[in-house]
């Protein structure tokens, strides 16, 4: 007859698994790999172009030899170019 049950070992818990629409994002981003179509990713993607931003925040991501300036907002995504001591957004 046992007095104690036994101890079950602790179970580990399940390793945390990675974001599949960050990654297609990132991948797009980085490698210019486009999404596949219909995905969320692509949704993501979709939603930066239209520039959803009332406001945008432009930062800076050319060096200072570089004669035009070019930048991105912070909030939406989109593509920014500095004419005028003016950010605005550019065209393709």
Do not use: Q, Y
């Not at 070992?9 to 990654?23: E, L, Q, S």
């Not at 994002?25 to 009332?54: K, N, W, Y």
């Not at 800076?60 to 912070?74: K, N, Y």
């Amino acid at each position: 007859m046992k007095f104690w049950p036994r101890r079950r070992p602790p179970v580990a818990p399940a390793p945390p698994r990675a974001n599949a629409t960050r990654i297609a994002v990132i991948e797009h981003d980085l490698l210019g790999i486009p999404p596949e179509p219909g995905s969320a990713a692509a949704l993501v993607i979709a939603m930066r172009r239209t520039g959803t931003c009332i406001e945008h925040e432009p930062v800076e991501t050319t060096g200072f030899h570089e004669a035009r300036r070019h930048g991105l907002c912070t909030r939406c995504g989109a593509a920014m170019v500095l004419e005028e001591d003016e950010w605005r957004v550019a065209t393709p």
